[in-house]
């Protein structure tokens, strides 16, 4: 076990589980999301997009809709900036409107702002825009092949990230085992589907912009608005309000922010713009279809040599937040278990499809899917335990991955110990009656990336606290991102920890490009560390302040001060004691505003090689999990038992919130890993895009959810803190692959794990048998 | 074509004047300004609109505005009588079941629903009762167990 130096501490808020902060605004139905605002003389703004998944515009005619009562303005390509944009800046692919071509079902071709939403639909009924179809590249697999549509001239044979790394001598891996096995598997897309719908409203005044968004970054909105209309990023301003959840579906503009300024400009009123359901699945940018080959070679006793594993991604028809998801797919893979040589390929590859991009575990959770799946069938083959293939390869604490991570906390061996005792498995493995099966797979994820997006200097977070001029109260002011995960909750404990202070009488303003210090966001699960460092040193300096003035107030060394819960004390003496309030109302009186600010920046993180910047990060979770399932052999029905989940995320801020992210996370995986799946029909239209075809879980096909912590404490994070938030989606799919294998003895190669699957893959195995026993 | 409807939002009489392909959805939000019954698909799927029509939970996006003539609606507003809590809304806050909140309002009146028809549900009861809200931030747990909680409050 890594050193625990929180253990001996007594800490007066932190580790405790308070009430959310916002719980009061939002049961009672008051807390605004960006849908429930309005402002005088506001307009509404829609956006018309492409009936065809590639086709080239021969013209667009717009003249009757603009001659529809109560439409306000109608704008194309030619309205506005052609300088194209996207999230990640190695690969601009997109423009506001499509110009020559478009290029998914889906693909912005125009918009309107009209007096409401009935106007704005009837308005784009009548805006008339000639295609000429062209053939689409729909197969992500044959996509790159000779005589393909070519979804962007710029980019021969569709190929929009290539990446061939290899670390150590992977052939050489090969020659020295004991046993080599490939596999391959396929991923599917699928959504995050907040149940928010993503809304932006824009207005100017005097030149400048601001726009409210539901957005997981204010900053990269910022921005990128800058960028796109050439303006300097002090005059656009970017706030959320509530956001209604977003899991990686809301950290890149939209097309909703750029087209709505465009209409405010031209109306001169604020405009809302919103995409109903349907359209956010066009619009997409979630997980990516991937296909995965994977060898790897171990010694006689399991351990891991070597591993190669190439990949293929869809990336849709834009490159949205993909290179990273190409990246993370491979570079994440080695963090679990300890080999020395790895070998990672991959394509990520323009189709006439929705773009997918970040989505709850960024790249890795298929991958993960992949690797777990493929490890228990070596450890079959080798004749070993699941569990105990798992801890002989399990990762140390201080070690480094071949491709460069430092990794200092890691407590997956404790993790996989834990789990097993939680949920019987010595009891259950291959003694559970037929049809009843469990399995384990493993996971971990950054707790923040290494490097900002875009190339800058800025720190990554930064916060100022101030405290109320009569001391009983304080703002903590922060750039980080609330989107449901709770960190106004836990950074305002952090920071009453930090002051001495208590969280009753905390305040937040948070994610407003105005008001709040710079923070890059809601995404990588960067904020508990990340955000929380900045806010833990404001906090302090806001503690040496207020004790340097209680040491003149009390006449005391300020060194024999302490402050804690709202109360000053003297270290060596119980009888001295100063309220906190007191003492900051008579700083307020003869120093001013009582103010403190602190900001993070990571240290330099990872290797030299092409890409090594993608999956550094100062920290690593790591988690364990173990499912149980009983397969109906007639029908192929999977019932989820009970999933345990064990995690290390360092020191827990907030139990009651971490284990909530625990259980959305894994309610996500199990999502994912048995019914969710975006579907087109043969022509690039989608086929499920609303939220009950798409199959989204609902509570009854939820299963006893187990969630065990392992003390842990990371040195890289604030009070020893790292994520949880999207690691628990890494091992989920291949933890129920490998149950399901367990019970029926059937390996599913392909997510999700549909019953259809189960029963024809069943099917198959019958007469096989019956074949063989002939 | 619009209609003269009268109805009882939270207690209050209210007279309204609506097209009548008006959803009650869009008429709470927009002719009632009550922004705490939420949108999330329009088309039945997510539950994040339910109210109480006449004590029964529907989804207000599937109802159309003139159906609620003389009947009583409840949205989440009318919940907290006098700054006090609803004992749902209590146990929401206190065991955790709150994430990004865009879905508590409905799930807070589904519940609502269920604790007054039986007041003592079981864990599958309460499932049953809020399959049809849908939940992407929680994993429906926390929820379950607020129910549960609030079952037990209110019997005393
Ligand atoms: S908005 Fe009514 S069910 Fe989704
Ligand atoms: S709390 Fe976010 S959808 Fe339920």
């Known amino acids: 076990m890594s050193e625990n130096t929180n253990a001996n501490k007594d800490y007066a808020v932190i580790g405790k589980s308070v009430p959310r902060i916002d719980g009061r605004e939002k049961v009672t139905g008051a807390a605004k999301y960006t849908g429930d605002l309005s402002f005088p003389n506001m307009l509404y703004g829609k956006i018309l997009t492409s009936p065809y998944a590639h086709a080239r515009i021969i013209s667009i005619d717009t003249v009757e809709a603009e001659k529809l009562p109560g439409v306000k303005a109608v704008i194309t390509h030619k309205d506005v900036p052609t300088l194209k944009y996207g999230i990640s800046p190695a690969r601009w692919d997109e423009n506001i409107f499509c110009i020559d071509k478009v290029r998914f079902v889906g693909d912005k071709v125009a918009a309107v702002a009209c007096i409401d939403e009935k106007t704005c639909y009837e308005a784009m009924k009548l805006i008339k825009v000639e295609y000429e179809v062209l053939p689409a590249a729909l197969d992500f697999l044959t996509a790159m092949d000779e005589g393909q549509p070519q979804v962007h001239d710029e980019y021969p044979n569709n190929i929009n990230t290539e990446i061939h790394q290899e670390f150590g001598d992977v052939e050489q891996a090969f020659k020295d085992a004991h046993y080599v096995r490939t596999d391959r598997f396929l991923g599917q897309r699928t959504y995050h589907s907040p149940i928010e719908p993503h809304s932006a409203i824009s207005m100017w005044q005097d030149g400048k912009l601001t726009i409210y968004s539901s957005t997981q970054s204010p900053h990269y909105f910022q921005h990128y608005i800058a960028r796109e209309f050439d303006m300097k990023m002090g005059d656009v301003r970017v706030l959320k309000t509530y956001v209604g959840g977003g899991f990686g579906g809301k950290l890149e503009p939209t097309g909703l922010e750029f087209a709505g300024a465009v209409l405010a400009r031209i109306t001169g009123r604020p405009v809302k713009m919103f995409y109903d359901r349907h359209e956010m699945f066009a619009h997409n940018r979630g997980r990516h279809a991937q296909y995965m080959e994977i060898t790897t070679g171990v010694d006689k006793d399991g351990k891991i040599l070597g591993c190669h594993a190439n990949f293929k991604m869809d990336g849709g028809a834009y490159t949205s937040l993909g290179i990273a998801s190409a990246y993370y797919a491979g570079a994440l893979l080695p963090l679990t278990y300890e080999f020395d040589n790895y070998k990672f390929d991959m394509f990520r590859v323009y189709t006439n499809l929705p773009a997918c991009g970040a989505q709850r575990g960024h790249g890795a959770p298929q991958p993960k899917y992949a690797f777990e799946c493929h490890l228990d069938e070596i450890a079959k083959d080798l004749g070993i335990d699941p569990i105990e293939i798992r801890i002989r390869n399990a990762r140390r604490p201080n070690t480094v991955t071949p491709n460069e991570f430092g990794v200092n906390s890691c407590e997956i061996k404790s993790c996989l110990e834990m789990a097993r005792d939680m949920s019987g498995w010595v009891e259950k493995k291959g003694k559970l009656p037929k049809g009843r099966g469990i399995g384990v797979a493993t996971g971990s994820f950054v707790s923040g990336a290494g490097y900002p997006i875009y190339r800058t200097n800025l720190p990554h977070a930064a916060a100022m606290i101030k405290v109320a001029e009569d001391g009983t109260a304080a703002t903590l002011y922060t750039g980080a991102v609330d989107i449901g995960q709770g960190s106004d909750t836990v950074l305002s404990q952090m920071a009453a920890e930090a002051m001495g202070f208590v969280y009753e009488q905390m305040k937040i303003v948070a994610a407003d490009t105005e008001t709040t210090p710079h923070d890059f966001g809601a995404y990588a699960s960067r904020q508990t560390l990340m955000s929380g460092a900045a806010v833990k040193q404001a906090g302090e300096e806001i503690k040496a302040q207020l004790l340097d003035m209680a040491a003149v107030i009390l006449q005391r060394d300020p060194s024999d001060l302490e402050v804690k819960a709202g109360v000053i004390y003297s270290r060596t003496d119980s009888s001295v004691t100063l309220s906190f309030a007191d003492a900051a109302k008579e700083f307020f009186v003869r120093r001013g505003p009582l103010v403190g600010k602190g900001s993070y920046a990571p240290p330099k993180l990872g290797g030299k090689f092409k890409g090594a910047a993608v999956g550094t990060s100062p920290a690593y979770s790591f988690c364990a999990q173990i499912s149980e399932v009983q397969i109906d052999e007639e029908t192929g029905v999977i019932d989820v038992l009970d999933v345990w989940d064990v995690h290390d995320c360092g020191m827990v801020i907030n139990p009651g919130l971490l284990h909530g992210q625990v259980h959305g996370a894994l309610y996500m995986g199990l999502g994912e890993s048995i019914w969710e799946q975006v579907l087109f029909d043969k022509n690039g239209k989608l086929v499920n895009g609303n939220l009950g075809e798409y199959r989204l879980p609902t509570a009854l096909d939820m299963p006893r959810v187990h969630s065990g912590l392992i003390d842990s404490y990371e040195p890289a994070g604030p009070w020893g803190v790292k994520e949880v938030g999207e690691g628990s989606t890494n091992p989920t799919m291949g933890c129920f692959a490998n149950a399901i294998y367990d019970a029926m003895g059937v390996r599913i190669n392909s997510l999700p794990l549909t019953y259809e699957k189960v029963w024809k893959a069943l099917k198959e195995k019958r007469e096989l048998e019956q074949k063989q026993n002939k | ?156």
Request: hydrophobic content about 40%.
């Open chain 2, 1 to 156: 074509m619009n209609k003269d409807i009268s109805l009882v939002v939270n207690g209050e009489a209210r007279y309204i004047n609506v097209p009548a392909d008006k959803t009650l959805l869009d008429m709470i939000r927009e002719d009632l300004n009550l922004k705490g019954t939420k949108k999330g698909c329009d088309a039945g799927d997510c539950g994040a609109c339910t109210v109480l029509l006449d004590a029964e939970p529907v989804n207000s996006c599937l109802v159309l505005a003139v159906e609620a003539a003389n009947k009583e609606v409840t949205t989440i507003e009318g919940l907290a009588k006098g700054g006090e809590l609803h004992p749902i809304q209590a146990a929401f806050i206190k065991h955790g079941a709150v994430q990004c909140g865009f879905c508590t309002p409905g799930m807070v009146l589904a519940a609502k629903a269920i604790l007054d028809k039986n007041p003592n549900p079981s864990v599958e009861e309460i499932k049953e009762g809020i399959a049809g809200n849908f939940c992407r931030c929680t994993g429906y747990k926390k929820i379950v167990d607020a129910v549960l909680a609030s079952g037990r409050n209110i019997q005393g």
